[in-house]
């Protein structure tokens, strides 16, 4: 099956900085990797997505890059801002009615 | 429109009780699918119900189990709780027979004594 791998766990930048977070797949069937953000108290909440026929995709402050010969996607965020810091899950996935597999989760925190 | 609805959200049980949690989808969407989410494992897929039939389950003992109505609404169940199962469980729905955008509710969160 699907292994995603998440890096790093845990990541501190100060207001302002750029904050990259790095997945790497397993499956090279896998076609849809979304992005989930996590703040406290609450459910994920899809943020950006990239399919596999994209190598970048943009949506003001936040961008996912993905390559498929090396099996890995990055989301990056600009500007980083207090309300940025959450928990931010990528996920992998066949698509259609194939559950995604998520990576482990990476904890920003942005320091005002 | 109203987001994934999920009650309780919290709860507290002791060991061999069993539980039931509810997750309502978006109106309109016919898919829903269950996930434990633990500090130590992250997320971990349960099972997916797509038009009152189960179409996906992870790997989970046979005391988690779960059900569709007619009107989308879920259900899951675990049976003889035990200390592991003290999670955040989260239910998430999608608008039809693709799972690739899932919309989560909060959760419920469970622990067990």
């Known amino acids: 099956g699907e292994n995603v791998e998440q890096h790093p766990s845990t990541l501190s930048v100060q207001e302002g900085d750029s904050a990259v977070i790095k997945c790497t797949y397993s499956?090279?069937?896998?076609?849809?990797f979304p992005w989930y953000k996590q703040e406290l108290g609450k459910g994920p909440q899809l943020i950006i997505d990239?399919?596999?026929?994209?190598g970048e995709k943009k949506d003001q402050r936040i961008a996912v890059t993905l390559n498929k010969t090396a099996k890995h996607f990055s989301l990056h965020i600009t500007e980083t801002q207090p309300e940025d810091s959450a928990v931010y899950f990528c996920?992998?996935?066949?698509?259609?009615?194939?559950?995604?597999?998520f990576g482990r989760g990476t904890s920003l925190i942005v320091h005002p | 429109k109203a987001g994934v609805t999920q009650t309780p959200r919290y709860l507290i049980k002791t060991r061999g009780q069993q539980v039931t949690l509810s997750c309502s989808p978006i109106?309109?969407?016919?898919?829903v699918s269950w996930y434990q989410q633990t500090p130590g494992q992250g997320l971990q897929f349960l099972f997916e119900?797509?038009?009152?039939?189960?179409?996906n389950k992870g790997n989970f003992p046979g005391r988690f189990s779960g059900r569709q109505f007619s009107n989308s609404r879920s259900e899951m169940n675990v049976s003889t709780l035990e200390l592991g199962d003290s999670a955040l469980y989260l239910c998430?729905?999608?608008?039809?027979?693709?799972?690739?955008?899932?919309?989560f509710g909060p959760g419920t969160r469970l622990l067990v004594l």
């Open positions: 998430a729905s999608s608008l039809d027979q693709s799972l690739e955008t899932q919309y």
């Open positions: 499956d090279s069937a896998s076609n849809y």
């Open positions: 990239i399919r596999s026929n994209v």
């Open positions: 996920a992998a996935s066949r698509g259609g009615s194939y559950i995604p597999t």
């Open positions: 109106s309109g969407h016919r898919s």
């Open positions: 119900y797509f038009s009152e039939t189960q179409r």
